[in-house]
């Protein structure tokens, strides 16, 4: 089978044909609809291989031109429709492709009318057996080259793409973008490779009509560039109820990445996926995905190869940056820029990208740079050397570079700053806070004469950023402090606490030292990345006035850079007395009394109940915070391991010496079996109740129906999950009231958990007023004791609204060492105070608390020290570029 008859296939018959494969404004085709068009319109192109321009408007007869042409083996050029709102641009390069490549056919539309234009009845053409498009780049500055792609990319690269977005016959894209951009014809070439379908639309995202057809439709995805994200944020698109939407994907350039976080938690609240991908017009389409389980751990990076794909990195010595280099089935035949072109063969076996880059220690690769001349600004992709020569016609001595998505031009003329930075903003159309001029006194060369690129940025950087402001904070301090506290070198200035895999072990220390860094953090702190924490600290004020104090800039013309605009955060003014987070604090309180309740210090109960409650929320908060499910329940099962393994260790150690324990008890299930009257065996039921709700947790979410339910409605589903702890609650006990051990079973106090998990899940004050009266009518009769029962009340309402407390400097220390160190105090505090209660109570409370932080320091000490050895023992050798 030739390949043009594998991609003929790919086309039609890979569809079921009574199956769906159009939908348009006017109706339904199935694929064996399209098979009858297809064989009719390769009937009336003819059996001679032939040039076929097509003006791809976002109907079906420009579809069935191109399929038919295809599966006939006539090469293909698409070109935008000059009926488009940009369409005297769109006629002019319509016209200059025309006369540069000589089409034997146009098709076209003609009023309401497809027509094809012959321009000859044969061809003058020489065509290359593998020759199937000729595909235009996505910009407009006039390089007259077009990427020459066989049949074999196509297929290849829709088989690729159908792969890893693992398509099927249920899938609907709606068409977001232009069939001529390589992007929004991937689309349509890896759906109907899979046997799926396509909603046909050429709507705008800002238009509600396109939203309503996308639901009247099913849809279950659509594709954007970063632009169409930004549009995105302008409508009501996060509150649109698209309950069929599955993936959304975004390439064309990078993404601002707190956007495309804002997206990705978006998709996790509502249930689809946010895929980040990356390709270049001369690799067909794409060449690397982002894998959705990484999305938000992978924020700024473009993933991993496509299936069939490959990169290396060609960097020099010492250097683990260099060119990123691609090879695979996709990769273009070549550039062609006249019509003798056409009969040329392969001659490009890999694409030398032009962006620099570096492979992460997780695999995954970062684009860090443009190390050729093109770039792609604002969904613009702009010739580097084209700008240069245009300024150069003018008079002008202009250098142009790329970096963070602008166009960065410096300019030797004195004075002419200001011109320069009008004229690119008017002659491409670019934003003007994409466009940067510096002026500089001599372009920097390298030894052999050419200019110098990496020295024009280093200039460029160094005359944008504002002088360092005195006693700031910025993301990188933030980064540096919590990848140390969590033993995550890896981590970036996009990541968050909860995306680093923080837990409630790890919570304390990194919220002490951010409370020292930023003062009072925002309740959601856990989940924001280093970069919105920076910026949640207050900048210091002019001594002259109450507005945030300006700062100097180099000479720079034109509007104040972004970058330049979200100035390093600054360190909050030390306040009074400090603050520390409520839920610190409850833990703190809540082990002391539970320790000086066994010690008979003091008697009042109810904190290892409220401790539970804590857990719950600190579960919601971290372990299922926004991310995906591989990663979440990875997390979880972390937590339960940091839980067990050292449980499990202790008591069993101190029942081998002692004999006090049983197996059950050894390996937290006396739950099971234990006795109805308190014995030792019941010694760790807290911990029991955490373990076992964790894992039901873990096994609620593996089932898919209920990640989805959790992620579209979180609030909700945290409810149900608690109504139903209730629900077992009560058939256990026959009523409210436990008596007993019950106090103390997993079916019992799961409903503490859930509590927690409905807690964190809060997002506004009418949520938080009904959390509020559930929590008491939770407690209420639970325990039959009344000041247990206000204890678990008083500490619920302070963690429902109140986010930190003030304490005196001297206590913060203790105060989140004793939470932090919570967990070890009880697991150690049964073997510490029996021996020392009966002389002083106090001695036996203090004694046990001080030996559980010891106990806490050595361990996360030996935890750091052993995850270090082990990474120097089993670090791979640097990688061979």
Not at 65 to 76: C, I, K, M, Q, R
Not at 200 to 224: H, K, M
Not at 430 to 458: F, M, N, Q, Y
Request: one cysteine or more; proline letters at 5%.
């Amino acid at each position: 089978m030739t390949v043009q008859t594998e991609f003929a296939a790919l086309s039609l018959t890979r569809g079921v044909p009574h199956h769906v494969a159009l939908v348009t404004d006017d109706g339904e085709l199935t694929y064996d609809d399209i098979r009858g068009r297809v064989e009719a319109r390769r009937d009336e192109l003819g059996s001679t291989r032939r040039l076929v321009m097509i003006e791809a408007a976002m109907t079906v007869e420009p579809v069935i031109t191109y399929l038919a042409s295809l599966e006939a083996g006539h090469p293909v050029l698409l070109v935008e429709p000059a009926s488009t709102t940009n369409g005297q641009a769109s006629r002019a390069r319509i016209e200059s492709l025309v006369s540069r490549f000589d089409p034997d056919v146009i098709a076209v539309a003609e009023g309401d009318h497809w027509g094809l234009n012959e321009t000859r009845t044969g061809t003058r053409h020489e065509l290359h057996p593998d020759l199937a498009m000729l595909a235009t780049t996505s910009g407009s500055t006039g390089s007259p080259k077009v990427v020459r792609l066989s049949r074999e990319n196509l297929l290849s690269n829709a088989s690729a793409i159908s792969q890893y977005l693992e398509l099927d016959v249920a899938d609907r894209a709606m068409t977001t973008l232009p069939l001529h951009y390589c992007y929004g014809l991937s689309v349509l070439n890896s759906h109907l490779f899979a046997g799926a379908s396509v909603r046909l639309s050429s709507r705008s995202v800002l238009d509600s009509e396109l939203w309503n057809d996308f639901e009247a439709a099913q849809a279950t995805s659509f594709a954007g560039v970063p632009h169409t994200f930004e549009l995105l944020e302008k409508t009501d698109f996060a509150t649109r109820d698209l309950s069929s939407l599955r993936y959304i994907t975004q390439a064309g350039g990078r993404l601002d990445p707190e956007r495309a976080r804002r997206f990705i938690q978006l998709g996790h609240h509502r249930g689809f996926d946010f895929i980040t991908m990356y390709g270049q017009t001369e690799a067909t389409a794409r060449m690397a995905y982002v894998p959705s389980d990484l999305a938000e751990t992978a924020i700024g990076t473009i993933g991993i190869p496509i299936p069939g794909g490959q990169f290396r990195i060609d960097a020099p010595a010492h250097s683990d940056v260099g060119e990123l280099v691609y090879t695979g089935p996709n990769v273009m035949m070549g550039y062609g820029e006249q019509p003798a072109d056409l009969a040329l063969g392969i001659t490009s076996h890999e694409l030398f990208t032009g962006d620099l880059a570096r492979q992460r220690d997780d695999g995954l690769y970062e684009i860090v740079g443009r190390s050729n001349r093109f770039t792609k600004i604002f969904g613009l992709r702009i010739d580097l050397d084209h700008v240069e020569q245009l300024f150069e016609s003018s008079g002008l001595d202009v250098k142009a570079v790329s970096s963070d998505g602008k166009l960065i031009l410096l300019v030797t003329t004195a004075g002419q700053a200001a011109v320069v930075a009008e004229h690119a903003v008017s002659r491409w159309g670019l934003p003007s806070h994409v466009v940067e001029v510096h002026s500089i006194a001599e372009i920097p060369r390298t030894s052999s004469g050419k200019t110098d690129t990496v020295a024009l940025l280093r200039y460029a950087s160094d005359n944008t950023v504002d002088p360092v402001i005195d006693d700031v904070v910025t993301a990188e301090t933030l980064r540096t402090r919590i990848a140390y506290l969590l033993g995550a070198p890896h981590a970036v200035i996009g990541d968050s606490f909860a995306g680093l895999g923080g837990d409630s072990l790890s919570f304390v220390e990194v919220a002490i030292h951010l409370e020292e860094l930023l003062g009072t953090l925002p309740r959601a702190w856990p989940t924001m990345s280093m970069i919105e924490l920076a910026a949640h600290a207050v900048r210091p004020l002019s001594p002259l006035s109450a507005e945030p104090a300006s700062t100097s800039r180099a000479e720079t013309h034109g509007p104040v850079p972004l970058h330049a605009q979200m100035k390093p955060a600054t360190r909050r003014p030390w306040q009074r007395l400090p603050r520390i987070e409520a839920p610190i604090v409850l833990r703190a309180v809540a082990i002391v009394l539970i320790v000086a309740t066994h010690a008979d210090l003091i008697f009042v109960q109810g904190g290892s109940h409220l401790l539970l409650v804590i857990a719950g929320y600190n579960l919601a908060r971290f372990q299922l915070a926004n991310r995906s499910h591989r990663l979440r329940t990875r997390a979880m099962l972390a937590g339960v391991a940091s839980v067990a393994i050292p449980a499990i260790t202790w008591i069993g150690i101190v029942g081998v010496i002692t004999g006090t324990y049983a197996t059950a008890t050894v390996f937290l299930g006396n739950n099971f079996v234990g006795s109805a009257q308190w014995t030792p065996q019941w010694h760790y039921w807290f911990l029991e109740a955490m373990l076992w709700s964790m894992l039901a947790v873990v096994a609620l979410l593996a089932i898919p129906a209920a990640r989805r339910w959790e992620r579209r409605w979180p609030f909700a589903f945290a409810l149900a999950v608690l109504a139903l702890t209730l629900i077992v609650r009560t058939a256990v006990l026959g009523g409210v009231l436990a008596e007993g051990t019950e106090k103390y079973a997993v079916a019992t106090v799961a409903w503490c958990i859930a509590l927690g998990w409905v807690i964190a899940r809060i997002t506004t004050r009418t949520q938080r007023l009904l959390v509020s009266a559930l929590a008491i009518v939770c407690v209420v009769g639970f325990f039959g004791q009344p000041l247990r029962e206000a204890i678990v009340i008083g500490g619920v309402l302070v963690l429902l609204w109140v986010t930190s407390l003030p304490m005196p400097r001297w206590l913060v220390g203790v105060v989140s060492a004793v939470a932090g160190a919570s967990f070890f105090i009880y697991l150690i505090h049964w073997q510490i105070y029996p021996g020392i209660e009966t002389h002083s109570p106090l001695l036996a409370t203090v004694i046990s608390l001080i030996a559980g932080v010891v106990v806490w320091k050595a361990y996360t000490f030996s935890m750091g020290r052993g995850r270090a050895l082990f990474a120097k023992a089993f670090s791979t050798t640097p990688r061979t570029r």
